[in-house]
Nanobody, 115 residues
Framework: QVQLVESGGGLVQPGGSLRLSCASS????????MYWYRQAPGKERELVAA???????TYADSVKGRFTISRDNAKSTVHLQMNSLKPEDTAVYYC?????????WGQGTQVTVSS
C-alpha cells in the first residue's frame, strides 16, 4: 500500500525557516509528479508548490522566492524548504503524489508561524 508521511512542521517565529519532508513508499516515486498543498482553518486547500517527474518546479505567487521544492528520487522523498516565514503561512501542509490514474495524500504536518 502507498504511504506518504510528512515531517518537519512545528512552531517558528516570523522570518524563520522550516524544512518539510515527505517520505513515500509503495509506489514508483519517479513516475509521479509531487505537490505540496496547505490548508488554514476556514480556507480552501491551496497548491503551494509542485515538482514534476522531470524535476520542473512551480510555486504559488504567495510563496515564490521564499519556498523551494525539491525531490530525491533515490530516497523517494520530496522536500519543501520554507524561508522568511510569515504568519499567513500558518496552515497544515500536505504532501500529494499524482500519477496518470491515481493520487495519494499524506496525513499533513502543522506549521505555525507566530511571535
Amino acid at each position: 500500500q502507498v504511504q506518504l508521511v510528512e515531517s518537519g512542521g512545528g512552531l517558528v517565529q516570523p522570518g524563520g525557516s522550516l524544512r518539510l519532508s515527505c517520505a513515500s513508499s509503495g509506489m514508483i516515486f519517479s513516475n509521479y509528479n509531487m505537490y505540496w498543498y496547505r490548508q488554514a482553518p476556514g480556507k480552501e486547500r491551496e497548491l503551494v508548490a509542485a515538482i514534476t517527474n522531470t524535476d520542473r518546479s512551480t510555486y504559488a505567487d504567495s510563496v515564490k522566492g521564499r519556498f523551494t521544492i525539491s525531490r530525491d528520487n533515490a530516497k523517494s522523498t520530496v522536500h519543501l524548504q520554507m524561508n522568511s516565514l510569515k504568519p499567513e503561512d500558518t496552515a497544515v501542509y500536505y504532501c500529494n503524489a499524482a500519477g496518470a490514474f491515481t493520487s495519494y495524500w499524506g496525513q499533513g504536518t502543522q506549521v505555525t508561524v507566530s511571535s
